[in-house]
Every structure is written in C-alpha cells, then in structure tokens.
Nanobody, 124 residues
Framework: QVQLVESGGELVQAGGSLRLSCAAS????????MGWFRQAPGKEREFVAA????????NYADSLKERFTISRDNAKNTVHLQMNSLKPEDTAVYFC?????????????????WGQGTQVTVSS
C-alpha cells in the first residue's frame, strides 16, 4: 500500500508556472506507475499525465502535453508535475495517483491509490 500527499498548489497569474509535488510513503515506490489528474468545480476528474515506474516513459492528455511535464525521483519517493504557461482553465484540484503494474493508465479506475489533492488557481 502507498500513501500520497500533494503539495505546491497555489494562486498564480495566467502565463505563470507551478511545480506540483507528490510525496509517497513506503519502500516500494518504484513499483508503482504514477499519474496526475485534475478536477475543476462541477466537472469530472480528468487525466493529466502518467509516468512509468522507471520514469523513462510518460503519457499526457493531448491538450496539455505542450505545457505540462511529469517526472519522478524514485530515490526520494516523489513525483512532480511542472506546469508552464498556465491558463485560467487550468484551475482545478490536482490529484496524485498510483497504480500497481506497468501500464500507463489514463482513467480514474486505473488507479488504486489517491492523494487528497492540491488546489491550483490561475487568475486572468
């Protein structure tokens, strides 16, 4: 089992950047595929990005891949989401998620473990 805690969300102006972090507990972090999702008010939770267990492969939502980058540090049990050129429509709660196995899941049901989320607000 793994526990996830997100951080780094804050209020930022449009065009700015943020780096979200997710700290994972446990000694088997490298056995989990990791993902980021987001949920805006009144909307369903949507896929943002996923990264393989080794960090060598990533997968992104098509509309975000030019601006967002996912990375991980298995030595520090952390996964990050670098977000650039932020837009007001990026405003949402961002969730870190983990799944056992190698597949880069893109839907909520692919993931077994979730953090509590961190709020990102982009002002225009």
């Amino acid at each position: 089992q793994v526990q996830l805690v997100e951080s780094g969300g804050e209020l930022v102006q449009a065009g700015g950047s943020l780096r979200l972090s997710c700290a994972a507990s446990g000694r088997t972090f490298s056995s989990y595929t990791m993902g980021w999702f987001r949920q805006a008010p009144g909307k369903e939770r949507e896929f943002v990005a996923a990264i393989s267990r080794s960090g060598g492969s990533g997968n992104y939502a098509d509309s975000l891949k030019e601006r967002f980058t996912i990375s991980r540090d298995n030595a520090k049990n952390t996964v990050h989401l670098q977000m650039n050129s932020l837009k007001p429509e990026d405003t949402a709660v961002y969730f870190c998620a983990a799944r056992e196995g190698w597949r880069l899941g893109r839907v909520v049901d692919d993931y077994n473990y979730w953090g509590q989320g961190t709020q990102v607000t982009v002002s225009s």
